[in-house]
Structure formats: C-alpha cells, structure tokens
C-alpha cells in the first residue's frame, strides 16, 4: 500500500512503513472524459464479456477468465458489505465536496475487491462523487500514481470541489501487500499467491482497508 496525503501532512509507504512530513503541495487532476460511473463501469465490463473480450490494451482468454471472476466478487461485496459504523460516522460528518477517482481494470482481482467498498463507503455521504477511468485508456493520469515505478491498481485519488489533490491510495492495504510479499520471498508460483490473496481477502472482511482508509477519511474532517 502506498499512500500520500497531499497538503503537509504525512505519506505513508509500504516499504519504510514510517511516517514523514511532506512539505506543502498543490496538484490539480484533471477528469478524462472517458470516466465512468460504477453501475457505468459494471455494464461495460459485462458487455465486453459478451464480445470475449475484456478491458484495456491486452486481450487473452485467461484475462477474459479473470474479468469474469472479477464481476462475481464486485456483486458478492456489492451485496455483502457493510462499513463499520466508526467509519461510516466518520465520513458522514465530511461537509465539503469531493472527488473519488479510481483507476482500474476489469480483469484486476484486487480492483474487484475493493471499488464495490469505495462505492459503498461514497454512498454515505452525498458529497462525494465517484469516478471510474481505466488504466490503459489513460496512461498520463496513472503515472502521475506510480507504484514504485509499476502502473499498478487499483489507484484511488481524493480531490476536492476544485479537483485539487488531498490524497491516494493503492493498490491494497499494507497486511495484503506483506502477506504477498512473504508468499513470493518463499518462492510460491504466481497463481498459488493470488488464490491465496483473495483467501485473505475473504477472510479479512476489508477490515484492515477500513482501518487504513478511517485514518484518510479523518485528515478529511481536519483539512475539509
């Protein structure tokens, strides 16, 4: 998990896992056009399936396979999830308009772990308004978010009225990134880790993402 909080108040990282200041920086997003909304962003998915296809540049079977999965655990979450209601108070209280950009793909297993709680937890408070854009249409805006030097994703952005950049977030939580880690330290082949990612997911219920995202969510209330 790779975090920065833009505005002079701390980045984390995955790697150094420690906090520092960061000085005082103003960045302006600018929206795609192409952006989706969720439900948007599901349909489109479902018809590229229709076709044997699937989103972005690179098109095999396996990847259709993938985005398939994908859209079982969007649904599953979809109707499984509920915030916890810390949290949920948390972002309630958020007075002032904001923007959530997420950058995704459909054959991307922990993009479909997490956007269905991103757009759970944005369903709180009607301030906040949710965007979609995929990575491959829109390599400018993700390597502005590089994750040590990889377009990795999910990419979450936090932006205000103003589309001035507070905060993001990705591509998953600092225990998903350690366990994964340790699985590929041990020398376990690719498709072990990602069952066993998705294990951990499952188990884990998004506890640890809401704990992460609650301590992002309350930099809100203090720079809102």
Not at 60 to 75: D, F, G, I, T, W
Request: hydrophobic letters at 40%.
């Amino acid at each position: 998990m790779v975090v920065i909080l833009f505005g002079g108040i701390k980045s984390k990282s995955r790697e150094k896992q420690e906090m520092h200041l960061l000085c005082c920086l103003t960045m302006k997003i600018e929206l795609p056009t192409n952006s989706y909304t969720y439900d948007e962003y599901k349909a489109m998915i479902e018809a590229l399936h229709a076709q044997g296809k699937v989103t972005g540049v690179a098109q095999s079977e396996s990847l259709l396979e993938y985005s398939k999965l994908n859209m079982h655990r969007m649904q599953r979450w979809d109707k499984t999830f509920v915030p916890n209601a810390e949290l949920a108070r948390t972002i309630a209280t958020i007075e002032k308009s904001l923007h959530w950009i997420i950058i995704t793909e459909g054959w991307c297993g922990d993009a479909a772990q997490q956007i269905p709680v991103i757009e759970k937890l944005a369903a709180l408070n009607p301030r906040i308004h949710t965007h979609y854009i995929l990575r491959d249409d829109n390599r400018e805006t993700m390597d502005m978010f590089l994750t040590n030097g990889s377009r990795s994703i999910p990419v979450w952005i936090c932006t205000d009225e103003h589309w001035n950049l507070l905060w993001n977030w990705g591509p998953r939580t600092a225990a998903a990134a350690e366990m994964l880690q340790a699985l590929k330290e041990s020398g376990v082949d690719e498709s072990t880790q990602k069952q066993e990612l998705h294990t951990w997911y499952a188990r884990n219920k998004h506890q640890s993402f809401q704990q992460e995202i609650g301590e992002l969510v309350s930099s809100l209330i203090v720079t809102t």
